[in-house]
């Protein structure tokens, strides 16, 4: 029995620094992925979510299909959407303002330090992109060009000029909503025509 | 109806619930909007004029109003989103009935299981309540509440940082709750030969090739069933498609898209053959200046039909919209779409129907001024024009313009 817990204690003793080791080591990698740098793809669905813009795209979108709903929105870095490329505080700090419609207020908009003076004068810090993004709320002008109405995949596409919640934000979903009272649903687009009482 | 009161309530309950759980939340998750507008329609229908050859139109002036609820939360690894938009729509002269009422619901939801592992789910509920219309001795339109229902899941797993594979299926339906109605000729028709119902199911594959190119691959099944129709309006039909894709950046102001494939058609009808059609589709943005951004789309394909006598069409479509921002508070947005609509006899149930065309122009504008940090004004123009070549269609015009009032109450 003795020479049992002789031998467990070892183990355990032997075991415990790999233990810690192990769970160092884990420790190390979630704050080294904390610190790994965030793609432009990353920001971009960070951005989609906070700015209420999902609903615009289909489900499980693409880099680009991120980029271009947020393009269409006007907001875009310096030099453009690149899936792998990391964000820096020029892009960051570029991509907030437009999210918060605050272009206007930029000083000088071709000095990427005049944006993120912006952002410090807000009170919005550019060091962490979690904090960072709190600030930005959905947009009430959100708009994006309707996937379902071009879509020749089954799995996106909508009924012919039938209702739709994305039309450019010219309110062509109202337009083709209200053609549901001339019988779009059943496809047919246009007034109805007459028939026997 | 029922259906749908049900979701709309279990909808608005989600939010609320929602709600309560954010109230801690820095900015706002649950934001409202309303909007009205007053217009003038040119022709909200149009019959036979006995007294004139060619058709008489209708117009009113009319009233919208429109609130929207929009739900935004965000945790750390799930995302929901909702809104709901109930409208109200008032004719100031139309017999019979002067409202209707339009529901629009969308809901979304992602959740992160993993970096690597992602569930997308998203639903689309539109529910029309459109009453029976009548022109003294005519019934316009009869009762043609319904409601269309779309809702896709979407399993999407990383193999590698740079591939990716979607499993993807879907859920369409299309009820309409009132059942028969009195067509041109007299007949009893039966609105039971447009109820539908497909479902989808598909696999694609992403890789992104370099910083600026992704290209897809992809497969889809879809069944497509009238479950309620007599046997001489069977539109069932199943499909296949497989299709390649290519996603690129051109510039930082210039993005594409195009997707490329082949469609075999079946069909459950006996009195016609397979169809095996290409299909395609294309968009673009473009970002000319800070200010100004252009958007374009076109696609062509193998369709639904829009006209019960036939069991398919092809169909192409293009789009193009502008949205330009003449200072931070004065915006201008202008679309236009243009589908072309392919009928052809062999995929008609009645071989005395001929093969044809139709035309559909749709172009909308708006002018949006943003008064304060929660208040709009608006004007809007629209045109919408048929010309159909097919018997029995009518070829119309119509024009509204509006001027609006939108406020965001929180």
Redesign the interface.
Known sequence: MKKLLVFLMIGCMLAAPAAWAQGRQKAEKKSAEAAQPVTHAQLAELLV??L?L??FL???P????L??IL????I??????????VVTKADLSRVLVQAL?K??MVEN?NDPQSWINLLRELGISVDRLSESI?????L??G?G??WT???????VE??????S?V?????????????????T????????????? | MKRFHILTVAGLLLALAASSALVQ????PI?V?NRLRLGWDD??????DPSASGLK?KESFRI?E?IEV?A?L?FERT?L?L?YRP?L?WYEDRDNKST?V?H?L?F?F?HNFSPSL?L???D?L?A?Q?PEL??E??????D?D?I?N?A???L?YTLRPATRI?L?G?YIL?KYTESD????S?ALVSHDD?NYY?V?G?LTL?Q?LA??T?L?V?G?Y?ALRYPDARDTYNRDAD?L?A?VGI???F???L?G?L?AGVEHRTYDYSGVSDNTCP???A?V?Y?PT??T?I?G?????L??????GYLSQE?F???L?L?H?F??KL?F???G?Y?L?NYEQDYSFDQSRRSGDED?F?I???L?YRLNRIN?FEV?Y?F?M?D?DLAG????K?N?VDVGWKI?LF
């Open positions: 979510k906070a209420g999902v609903r289909p489900p499980s693409t880099a680009q299909q980029f271009d393009m269409q929105n006007a875009s870095p310096q030099d453009g959407w690149k899936a792998d490329a419609r272009e206007d908009p709190q600030a930005v709320e959905v009430p002008e708009m060009q309707d109405m071009a879509s020749t995949d089954p799995l909508g009924l012919a000029f039938a209702p919640t039309q450019y934000s010219v309110d062509l979903n109202l337009v083709v909503r209200i053609l549901t009272e001339m019988e649903i059943r496809g047919e687009l246009r007034p109805i025509s007459p028939t026997p009482h | 939340a820095d900015t706002s934001h909007n022709n909200v229908y149009q019959v036979d139109r919208i429109e929009l935004n965000n995302y989103g809104r409208s729509i209707d339009l629009d969308d979304n992602i992602v997308s789910l998203s689309t539109r029309s459109l009548q022109d001795n005519f019934v316009v339109r009869q043609d319904n269309y779309s896709v899941a979407t999407a979607d993807s879907r299309l109605y009195v067509d041109k007299g447009d497909s989808v598909g992403h992104q910083s600026q992704a897809m992809d889809r879809q499909s498609f299709g996603e690129q950046t510039s930082p102001q993005i898209r997707r299909y395609g589709e968009s943005t970002l800070p200010a951004r958007t789309s076109a696609s062509y394909s369709y639904e039909s829009d006209i019960s169909r479509y293009g789009a919209s949205a921002d200072t931070a915006n947005y202008i679309s779409a589908a609509n559909t749709l909308s504008t708006r949006s709009w809007g629209q919408v048929l159909s269609r009518e070829s119309y119509r509204r965001q």
